[in-house]
């Protein structure tokens, strides 16, 4: 019984601090004038993204379980230092509501909101996040 309460209280905060992060960003300041834009080759196709958009989505929605930089914490995997391609593969695949691990679930809740923009820009801070 406990155990069932704890993940529906950590399901429930996990909630509420994606929705007010999903708030917030709508909010943000759109001054893409400063702010470079990475273009990485991927195999065949080339992925354009940027490293600060991508960090900054990326601590809004992911940091609580990935930990920084994508290092991984407890039961949820390493992210960063992938390649591009098997980065926004696994998240289109997450986005698209289809189950590909033990945390496909949160993944999946988690990944639904994300634009092939966010996805682009996730995959390129991933790939070079080094913190």
């Known amino acids: 019984m406990i155990g069932r309460q704890s993940r529906t209280l950590f399901m429930s905060l996990l909630l509420v601090g994606f929705f007010s992060q999903a708030i917030s960003a709508d909010k943000q300041n759109e001054n893409t004038d ?3 834009e990475d ?5 065949d ?6 490293f600060e958009l991508g960090e900054e989505r990326y601590n809004q929605t992911c940091v609580n379980c990935h930990g920084a930089a994508g ?7 390493k992210v960063s230092g992938n ?9 289109e695949t997450y986005r698209d509501g ?3 691990g033990s945390n496909s679930s949160l993944m999946i809740m988690m990944a639904r ?5 966010d996805i682009a820009n ?5 790939k070079e996040a080094t913190n």
């Open 113 to 117: 909101p994300l634009t092939d923009e």
């Open 71 to 77: 290092k991984g914490v407890a039961s949820f995997p």
């Open 98 to 100: 289809i189950k590909i």
């Open 34 to 36: 400063t702010q470079a």
């Open 39 to 43: 273009v990485v080759s991927a195999g």
């Open 45 to 50: 196709d080339a992925l354009i993204g940027d």
């Open 122 to 126: 996730l995959a390129v801070y991933l």
């Open 83 to 91: 390649e591009l391609s098997y980065t926004k593969s696994r998240l």
